[in-house]
Each structure stands twice: as structure tokens, then as C-alpha cells.
């Protein structure tokens, strides 16, 4: 991390309340909370059930079971809970969402049954959702086009007209089209998947449960009708095609291609990019179907809300406590887990929040599992592209194409997502090229957002907390080379010669950075492969087969062991709907 000097003196003087210790941070969030509800030493108890990780999906899950009656704990090997989606003060008086950074995917049935609002969650509707600036000569404005796009519907054809007339009236029914498909495939999300592998002695409650998994996927099929073509198209097709069929401009085309890759280590020209696509327009903050939101705070207020209601029901969530192993029973039945201290805790069932790579390859002994299964879970996608880096910058960003406001408030183009060397899908397609020679990319894809421009509690009056997502970069250097510091700020200082293109000023701004590549995202966060959604959401890693049709419905070959995080069905984002489902399961077994 580097911090610069020029804004200390200012922040320091009348600006303590914001120089708190990270520690102090986590706090706030309601992230430190190391109690037991009932009294007694919780790590002698014996528990209903276990949840290893305190993500968001094992929140919600301990949240559901809690709520069931099931004495639940919760152990979190890192000081602050979230996983993923967690808020950290990287420089004195900033805070950032230091991984996942928007809030759009988690189910409205969760936000509903643990009443998120109640316990603390409060989120800022974005009015923008993309903006895209062009690097070209100045036209007859004075400055480069720019593309800005909002549910504004004649505001936006107006913008997308500079470029194509023929686009501007087909945008619109293009985003009714994927609305139209994503609304069929939510009832799918809110259930676990066929179970592939039914006990010929279900209870009841099982088969009831099986019973509302085929209710669900003849819901989505209804709501499909006409559109089931269309729907197959978008799961098997690159985006391009697509794209191609419905615009002809190109930064309409490259706008919309970045969330058919975003997260994922493929291009618009890959088969299959479209489902990423669908799954990140299929969300909805506040009954807003599509819309995209900060959580004040940042993320880590989304787990704290989750937390606050796991734990008024009783549940108990401990950190500092990092999970060594699963314990097992001579009968093959998890029955408990191992601290790295060596501490036992005894459970009737386990819930894993981590990869499905360290819950089956690091947690349970050698030697328990198939050997197919076992090259099932080594030949996982766990690619990923990313490199995420938070900065901290003294003044807003002001973009050429659209400068900033005289008063340098944050203007309609801060407020969504900033898509940059995003002009032409050529140049997604060129990173990624350069990405699978282990090569860091020339021309990095960059999706920049501001929270703090409409969060104020994220940072010093005048500042800003800035969140850079970018692709495409390999785990895997050529050459043997490591991610090490050098390595790390030269790619960063590329991502800041690209915004300063855009941008002039930007890198004077600047006050503090931290640059995550994917062995960090791995090693700090617990993400296989730096992978933010555990693993790749290809159609062959999808519903029952997420992550294997073995144990594609949260149950697992392990008795009393089930799956929780992002590595199950529906898959990766801040949705809750894996803790839901898996907590489902659960019930369903044991009540």
C-alpha cells in the first residue's frame, strides 16, 4: 500500500473521530462480537450445527437455523466477519468495501425474513448505471463523447443516439428482453436444486421440500413460455453474437459485454458469457427490479445486519478462530470441527461457507472421500481475473468527457459504474489475450465505482473512496514471476496511466492504494484461485451441478456435512440464497 503525504496534515487536524484503528472499524460493524447468548464457554458447548465462515451466506444461514430453533455457532478465522463482503479502514479515515463493493443480488425474501432494515441495513439507490467516457479527439462540444446511462428512458436514448439512432430504440426493448428472463429464473434461486441423489427414506419434510423444487422450476418454465429459445440462446451463446443481432455501436456493445465477463476469466466471444450476464442483471434493491445500490458503511454493513440477526436469535458468532478440520465420526457423519488451536467443538451437523476446494481437499482427513470425487473437486474452475484495488483520493475524478460540476459535487456520472478502456469489445478481447500468457494486460478492462459519492460516512469531507475492479489478470505469472510488491504496483501504476487518460489529474489525487491481486483475494479472503464466486459460474458449474451433481443440493458425501457459500447453487455475488437454501436443507434433514 502506497500513502502519500499531501493530505495527512489536513486529516489529522480536527479529524481524530476518523483516524480510528482498524480493529475500531470492525467494531462498528458489529464485525468483533465474540459471545455466547446462553452463558458458558461457547467452545465447550455442544451445538445443533456449525457454520465454518462468517461470509455473508453463513450469516444467513445461521440466521435461518437460529431462527428455526437450531443452537447455532458460527467461527470466523479472520478478525472481522463477512468474508467478502466486509468494510476495512485500509488509510486512516476511509473505509472501503475491500472485496465485494455494490449491493444488488441478495434475495428480497432474506432482506424480509431476517429484517435486515431493522438491524441496521440501509443501502443508496444508484440514479446512474453506467458511464462511459471515450478516449478521442474533442468534438463539436468541446470535449470526447461519452456514454451515460440511467432509467431514464428518454435521457438515455438521447445518449446512446450520439451513436447509433437505430440503438437507441432497440436498448430499451433488449433490457425488457433480459428482464424478461431473469424474472423466470428467480424462483430458482429461492430453492435448492433437484437433488440428483434422493435417500430412498425421505421424511416428509424432504419430500416437501423436493415437492417445492419442482413447484419452482415449473414457475420458471411458465414464466418462460415463448422466451425458452431465447433463454437457451443466453446460456449457450457468446454474448457477442447477441450483442451483434441487437446494436451496431460499439460503446453501447462494450458497455453492456463487461457484465458478461465481469468476475469470470472468459470474453463476450466465449459460448455461455451471456449467463453471466443474466446473473447480474437479475437483482433488485428496494422492489427496483435491475437497480444496484451502496449499503452505508459499505458491504461490511450488509453482513453486520445479518450478524445482528443471527444473534438476536440466539446464535453465537465467534472470530479469531480459524477452523483446522472437520470432525468426523467412525461412521462417516460430521459430528463437529478442530481449531487450529486444536480446541474440538462437537455439533450435530456442519455447514462449510468456505470453497468447496478447502472444505473437501483441506478439511476433511485424507483418504474419507472417493478418489473420483476427490478429481472431481481438483478439476473445479476456479480461474479468475481479477485484481481489485481500493483507493483513497483527495478529490473526485474529473473525466474529460464530462467535467466536473463548478462546485466539484459528485455529478450523475460518479454515481454508477465508470467502465473504462471500454470503448470497443476488441479491447476486452486483446487483456484477455494478453491474461492467458500470464501476461499482465496493456490495456486493463477497469470498472471503477465511487461509493462515497453518495455514502458520505466512507470518507473525509472532500475525499472519496474509489473501487477499481479489474481484468484481466492471471494468477499464474509467465515466467515463474511472483505477485510480489514490484509486481503488484506496476500493474497498478498501469491502471492509473488508463484512468489518468480519462481522467487528467486522477493519479495527483491519490492518497492511499490497495492492490489485491488474485493469490491476495486467495489468501486473505479464503477465495480459491482468487475467484469471487467460488469458482466459475460456466454452464457445466450451474444449479445441480453446482459445484458437482454429487452434492449439488448442499448435502455432501460426508454425512451431517453440507455446502453453504458461493461454490453452490445459485452462485457467486452478495445473494444470501446459498446460506438460505443450504439452511433449508438442513432443517429438512433434522427437524
Known sequence: MMLTTKLWDPLMKGRNSLMRPLTQVSQHFGSSSVRCQRGGDPLTKEYDAIVIGAGHNGLVAAAYLQKAGLDTLVLERRHVIGGAAVTEEIVPGFKFSRCSYLLSLLRPTIVKDLELKKHGLKVYLRPEHAFTPLLEEPGPSGRPRSLLMSRDEEFTKQQIAQFSQKDAEAYFKFDDYLNRIASAI?????????????????????????????????????????????????????MNKILDRWFESEPLKATLATDSVIGAFLTPDTPGSGYVLLHHVMGEVDGVKGAWAYAEGGMGAVSASIANSAKSHGATILTDKPVSS???????????????????????????????????????????????FVQQVSSFDFKSPVTKINVAVDRLPNFAALPNKSDDTPGPNHTGTIHLNCEKTSLLNDAYDDAVKGELPTKPMIEMCIPSSLDPTLAPPGCHVISLFTQYTPYELSGGRQWDDATKDTYCDRVFDSIEAYAPGFKDSVVGRDILPPPDLERIFGLTGGNIFHGAMSLDQLYFSRPFPSCGSYRTPVRGLYLCGSGSHPGGGVMGAPGKNAAMVVRADRI
Open 326 to 372: 472437520v470432525l468426523v465420526s467412525g461412521d462417516n457423519a460430521a459430528c463437529g470441527v478442530v481449531l487450529e488451536d486444536g480446541t474440538e467443538i462437537r455439533s450435530k451437523v456442519v455447514l462449510s461457507n468456505a470453497t468447496p476446494k478447502i472444505t473437501f481437499l483441506d478439511l476433511l482427513p485424507s483418504g474419507l472421500l472417493p478418489a473420483e
Open 186 to 238: 428467480t424462483p430458482l434461486l429461492d430453492n435448492p436444486p433437484i437433488d440428483l441423489n434422493p435417500s430412498s427414506r425421505a421424511s416428509m419434510k424432504q419430500k416437501m421440500q423436493m415437492l417445492d423444487t419442482v413447484k419452482s422450476i415449473a414457475k420458471s418454465g411458465k414464466i418462460l413460455g415463448r422466451d425458452i429459445p431465447a433463454f437457451y440462446e443466453l446460456l449457450t451463446a457468446p
